[in-house]
T-cell receptor, first 113, second 117 residues
Framework: DAKTTQPNSMESNEEEPVHLPCNHSTISGTDYIHWYRQLPSQGPEYVIHGLTSNVNNRMASLAIAEDRKSSTLILHRATLRDAAVYYC??????????????FGKGTLLTVNP | GAVVSQHPSRVICKSGTSVKIECRSLDFQATTMFWYRQFPKKSLMLMATSNEGSKATYEQGVEKDKFLINHASLTLSTLTVTSAHPEDSSFYICSLAGTSGRTDTQYFGPGTRLTVL
């Protein structure tokens, strides 16, 4: 399975933008890039996903490099409620089950007031 | 998105007893459900994939006779931890998937914290 690499932790200040990077240099052409986050003591929550083009939704934006070997999750204005572990996950396309999410260690985002 | 509930949210049991955890989809018919567990300060590990009306598929290293999964309907899957031991203490989380595979969002339950004394 294609792997992703994320920084262990990042810090941000409230109401400032946050750019969370993810490297996936072995991504296959049919892998989708998914982002989930997990708040303390809760189940994960879907954030956004994309294939090639940049994507926006009410929670975040996803910027995908032209060669698809990296992507960046952008939180436009961080709030204290955005403090969580953020997981970048590749889904499907490389021979395994299309449904399975393989969680790495993710990035622990701390938001300072 | 789909709303997923789990019951109970917390359970404490004695070693050797069995514990059943329910995962319900409140507004979505899920043909596929997943069960994960998460040890403290660790990431989620997939335990098994549950398909409605058929036997669950377990990940390598997960004992199917210890972790019994029943996906009897499109809105309910249960995980029974049989003869629980302290090393089974963990955070158990279920999720639902639609039918579009890699373009699909997965919806997660709030988790069940199991403590085995």
């Amino acid at each position: 399975d294609a792997k992703t690499t994320q920084p262990n932790s990042m810090e941000s200040n409230e109401e400032e933008p946050v750019h969370l990077p993810c490297n996936h240099s072995t991504i296959s052409g049919t892998d989708y890039i998914h982002w989930y986050r997990q708040l303390p003591s809760q189940g994960p929550e879907y954030v956004i996903h994309g294939l090639t083009s940049n994507v926006n939704n009410r929670m975040a934006s996803l910027a995908i490099a032209e060669d698809r070997k990296s992507s960046t999750l952008i939180l436009h204005r961080a709030t204290l409620r955005d403090a969580a572990v953020y997981y970048c996950i590749l889904l499907g396309g490389s021979g395994g089950s299309n449904y399975k999410l393989t969680f790495g260690k993710g990035t622990l985002l701390t938001v300072n007031p | 998105g789909a709303v997923v509930s789990q019951h109970p949210s917390r359970v404490i049991c004695k070693s050797g007893t069995s514990v059943k955890i329910e995962c319900r989809s409140l507004d979505f018919q899920a043909t596929t459900m997943f069960w994960y567990r998460q040890f403290p300060k660790k990431s989620l590990m997939l335990m098994a994939t549950s398909n409605e009306g058929s036997k669950a598929t377990y990940e390598q290293g997960v004992e199917k006779d210890k972790f019994l999964i029943n996906h009897a309907s499109l809105t309910l899957s249960t995980l029974t931890v049989t003869s629980a031991h302290p090393e089974d203490s963990s955070f158990y989380i279920c999720s639902l998937a639609g039918t579009s595979g890699r373009t699909d969002t997965q919806y997660f339950g709030p988790g069940t914290r199991l403590t085995v004394l």
